[in-house]
């Protein structure tokens, strides 16, 4: 893998995902890392960037962030002295990886002594030409995931099906909601439902509350399998360790739903 090599050409029409929940085991590393397969299986180029101090994504894509991981951008009470192109590493062909580890607590804490630290992710995503950068949120509503949010143009909700995390997205609303005064432009891309089981009538109730309360419910479930844990143990997402399986399917179908008004604007332009 190279942490030099870098797309070149230049995507006005970029986009920057959150993918965020404050409930952990909700799938925001699966998604993220299999949602960007997807979108480069597509012929987009994709930065992920790692979040979250625990480097689940990093470690997913064996990726080694020492002296090399995303602290070394955001710095602490001070700025970072590396740019996310300095740390980049390629996992393959238009795919790249902005990495972490656990030196990233210290950015937790150390921006809480610092002017604009809100923003700090959002100006070191400045000028990274991708057609989609999606950042992988630790699970807290912490500095850490505010910055991940004022950097973002949508944020994605995955949301397993059970009844404590249905509780949780009241809570992430109410702070999507305080964001929007300094990202007035955030939009909610919608909530993604996962670990669905279509036998269980609790994951059916769940689905069916968020529904009736008038939630943004994507049309695409993701079920619990064993073939995850087993992709990220061959350093790979489900695309290409189980090509044909039906939650590779599922985010195939969610990259579709998202990248289809990309290709829409592109076309109209003559890009």
Same mark, same amino acid.
């Given at each position: 893998m190279s942490s030099t090599d870098s797309p070149d050409i230049a995507q006005a029409?970029?986009?920057?995902?959150?993918?965020?929940?404050q409930k952990g085991g909700v799938g925001k590393t699966t998604t993220t890392l299999t949602l960007g397969a997807a979108l480069v299986e597509r012929g987009r180029s994709v930065l992920l960037v790692d979040l979250d101090p625990q480097g689940s994504l990093t470690m997913a894509l064996g990726v080694d962030a020492e002296s090399n991981s995303l602290y070394e951008v955001l710095g602490a009470t001070t700025s970072g002295t590396k740019t996310i192109r300095d740390i980049a590493h390629q996992i393959a062909?238009?795919?790249? $990886?902005a990495p972490s580890d656990i030196s990233l607590s210290r950015s937790e804490s150390g921006?809480?002594?610092? &002017?604009g630290r809100e923003s700090v992710l959002k100006r070191a995503l400045d000028g990274c030409l991708f057609d989609y950068v999606l950042i992988d949120c630790l699970p807290s509503?912490?500095?850490?995931?505010?910055n991940a949010l004022v950097a973002a143009d949508q944020v994605l909700i995955p949301t397993s099906c059970e009844y404590l995390a249905?509780?949780?997205?009241a809570l992430f609303y109410q702070t999507l909601h305080e964001v929007q005064s300094i990202n007035p432009s955030l939009q909610v891309l919608g909530i993604l439902p996962t670990f669905y089981d279509s036998r269980l009538l609790h994951s059916r109730e769940i689905l069916q509350?968020?529904?009736?309360?008038? $939630?943004?419910?994507l049309d695409v479930q993701v079920g619990r399998s064993v073939r995850f844990p087993e992709a990220s &143990?061959?350093?790979?997402?489900?695309l290409t360790y189980a090509r044909d399986h039906p939650s590779a399917e599922a985010y195939r179908r969610l990259a579709?739903?998202?990248?289809?008004?990309?290709?829409?604007?592109?076309?109209?332009s003559g890009t």
């Open positions: 029409n970029r986009r920057v995902i959150a993918i965020a929940n062909p238009r795919f790249f $990886l921006l809480m002594l610092r &002017l509503l912490g500095i850490l995931t505010i249905l509780r949780g997205i509350a968020m529904t009736d309360r008038g $939630l943004p419910v &143990l061959a350093g790979e997402s489900i579709e739903t998202i990248d289809e008004p990309q290709k829409t604007q592109a076309t109209q």
